[in-house]
Structures are given as C-alpha cells and as structure tokens.
C-alpha cells in the first residue's frame, strides 16, 4: 500500500512538473510563434524567387483554356462561343480597342478580365485576338 502511495504522490509531481514545463514563458511564446513569414513582391524575403508572371509564358489557347473556356465553349451566361463567326461578326466590328476593353474591364455578365485578375491587360488581349482569329 505504501508503494502505491509513493507512485500516486510520484506521478502527481512529474504531472506538476510538466505542466509548469508546458506554462513556462518559452513553452507559450514557441507555441504562439507564427508559423510563417509574408513576403510582398518587390521586397527582399531571404532570396525567395520571384513571382512568375501571371501568364507565366503560357499561349493564348493555354490562357483561353485555363481562364475562358468554360463560358466561350459553352455559351454560358450568353457568352458567345469560340468559333462561332455569326456571333463574333457584329462584336469583331465595333473594333478590336472595344473587344480589349469589355474584356479588361468586364461586359455585361463577363466580369473584368473573365474573372482571372491575375491576368496582365497584354494576355487579355492574347487571348482575344485567340478568340477573334477562331472566330472569323
């Protein structure tokens, strides 16, 4: 009986122990330490590289793809679909600055730049003069 005791009274003190070990100001301060850092682009962030730009050397038809695609193939939202010249013609004839234009800055159901901010003006009109030359 002594025995189990002595191993009660032990173990209550190693518990102790370590939950003062656990509330020490170096246990809380490693466990509300943040796990990372933000680095802004244009700032020295310990030689992280760059950010790819965001076409990243993609073609027109990868961008179409990856940003368009889904309304311009299937109409959707009234888009008017990739290659469908009757559609295409009366926008192709308000000239390419106004196609570039409701495609940087949003028409209709389209928001600005389909959506993809990401996208620099220069892929968006990649991407329309995709579209315009499979659509004539």
Excluded at 61 to 88: I, M, Q, V, Y
Aim: charged share 15%; net charge negative.
């Amino acid at each position: 009986m002594i025995a189990g005791v002595m191993g009660v009274l032990m173990g209550a003190a190693l518990s102790t122990s370590v939950q003062a070990a656990n509330m020490s100001k170096e246990a809380i301060a490693e466990r509300l330490k943040p796990v990372g850092d933000v680095c802004l682009q244009g700032q020295d962030c310990g030689g992280a590289a760059p950010a790819p730009a965001a076409g990243g050397g993609k073609s027109p038809e990868d961008l179409f793809n990856a940003s368009c695609s889904a309304c311009h193939n299937t109409g959707a939202a009234g888009a008017p679909k990739k290659g469908d010249a009757g559609a295409w013609g009366p926008r192709i004839a308000q000239g390419m600055d106004t196609l570039y234009s409701h495609a940087i800055n949003g028409f209709n159901a389209m928001p600005p730049k389909g959506g993809n901010a990401s996208l620099s003006d220069d892929d968006v009109k990649s991407i329309v003069d995709y579209i315009v030359d499979s659509s004539k």
